[in-house]
């Protein structure tokens, strides 16, 4: 099996394992090495031929392998990178690297708005975290920004595509989990953009999932859209029995009002379990749920800072202990 070092943590993996899949690897085996972990928009574990379109996940090899241990002459993607033996890639300790993954950054927010006050994705954009963890304060762009006016695809999804960065994830969705292709990216170039064939999509059981591999606010839930800062929200694991999906879910909580239904995603920001649109869309009571807890939010964004897991355990820890004051009041009242 092909041994590889990222940032200096050394990891044996499979034969045909990508750089990016081999740093979630380390990351994984040991959380205090998640930095070796190159940021992706594009490429969604789940989605077959994902991966390769947005450039965010760049890294330099500055050891090709044993074999060949030249270093690769420019920035490859390691997410379309496969392991070599020996090989030595940097994530984070090129000044280079970085400096080009600013230029990658600066690229993906030419046209993007930054309206994250308003937008819905606010606080779980990956856009947002790789903005502020790689980006520029300042863009030198000059030139007009292509805008689009939000078009709703069907009663359930709005699409934004003033903020799309054209990661093809939910065109993959599209086309692996819907029945029949049939949307795509039409055009090439700048003036690219997702087909309003979409649209036709939005009859299909599986769409909804589009909204949860969408890294921006491109693709947002219409159901949940300005009903609450997402931070705002407790979000709770629960499950029903479901023909068509494992009906898996997170469920966003407001007091008791389930505002949101979403796939479970994992440290990586992405759904292990597809769900279907009518746990998505059509189950927004409580009593439909059975719920097993507070979901933990592993990843560094706005509601990873919640507090609401803490809450939920001293609600608990509270519910059966005496109201101390309540018991002193009763004794004073007695003894009066
Ligand atoms: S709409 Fe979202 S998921 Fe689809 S290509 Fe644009 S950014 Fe990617
Ligand atoms: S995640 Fe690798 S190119 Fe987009």
């Known amino acids: 099996m092909p041994k590889v070092t990222i940032d200096g943590v050394m990891i044996e993996?499979?034969?045909?394992?990508?750089?990016?899949?081999?740093?979630?690897?380390?990351?994984?085996?040991?959380?205090?090495?998640?930095h070796v972990v190159p940021p992706a928009m594009c490429y969604y574990t789940n989605l077959k031929t994902s991966g390769g379109y947005c450039r965010s996940c760049l890294v330099k090899v500055?050891?090709?392998?044993?074999?060949?241990?030249?270093?690769?002459?420019?920035?490859?993607?390691?997410?379309?990178?496969?392991?070599?033996?020996?090989?030595?890639?940097?994530?984070?300790?090129?000044?280079?690297?970085?400096?080009?993954?600013?230029?990658?950054?600066?690229?993906l927010l030419i046209n993007h708005p930054l309206d994250c006050p308003i937008c819905d994705q606010a606080g779980e954009c990956h856009l947002?975290?790789?903005?502020y963890e790689n980006g520029t304060e300042?863009?030198?762009?000059?030139?007009?920004?292509?805008?689009?006016?939000?078009?709703d695809i069907g009663d359930t999804i709005k699409l934004h595509m003033t903020r799309c960065i054209l990661c093809y994830r939910c065109v993959k969705v599209a086309d692996q989990i819907t029945d029949g292709r049939v949307h795509g990216v039409i055009n090439r170039g700048d003036v690219s953009e997702i087909s309003t064939y979409i649209q036709n999509a939005v009859d299909n059981d599986f769409s909804g999932n589009m909204i949860d591999v969408c890294p921006v606010g491109a693709l947002t839930d219409r159901t949940f859209r300005f009903a609450s800062r997402v931070w705002f929200t407790k979000p709770e694991?629960?499950?029903?029995?479901c023909e068509r999906c494992s009906g898996r879910v997170v469920l966003w909580l407001k007091g008791n009002e389930v505002l949101r239904v979403t796939g479970r995603k994992d440290q990586w920001g992405e759904v292990k379990e597809f769900i279907c649109n009518t746990c998505r869309f059509e189950k927004k009571d409580l009593a439909d749920w059975k719920v097993e807890g507070?979901?933990?939010?592993?990843?560094?964004?706005?509601?990873?800072q919640g507090h609401y897991e803490l809450e939920t355990k001293q609600q608990l820890l509270k519910a059966p202990a005496p109201n101390v004051p309540e018991l002193v009041r009763n004794k004073e009242l007695k003894e009066r």
């Open 128 to 131: 947002q975290d790789l903005s």
């Open 62 to 107: 500055s050891k090709g392998s044993d074999r060949d241990p030249r270093p690769m002459p420019k920035p490859v993607a390691s997410c379309r990178t496969n392991v070599m033996d020996g090989m030595e890639v940097q994530n984070t300790t090129s000044p280079e690297l970085l400096d080009a993954r600013k230029g990658v950054v600066e690229f």
């Open 294 to 304: 507070p979901r933990h939010i592993d990843r560094h964004s706005v509601i990873g």
């Open 13 to 34: 993996v499979p034969e045909g394992t990508t750089i990016l899949q081999a740093a979630r690897m380390i990351g994984e085996r040991n959380k205090a090495d998640r």
């Open 237 to 241: 694991d629960a499950h029903r029995s």
């Open 138 to 151: 300042a863009s030198r762009y000059e030139f007009e920004r292509r805008t689009f006016v939000p078009i």
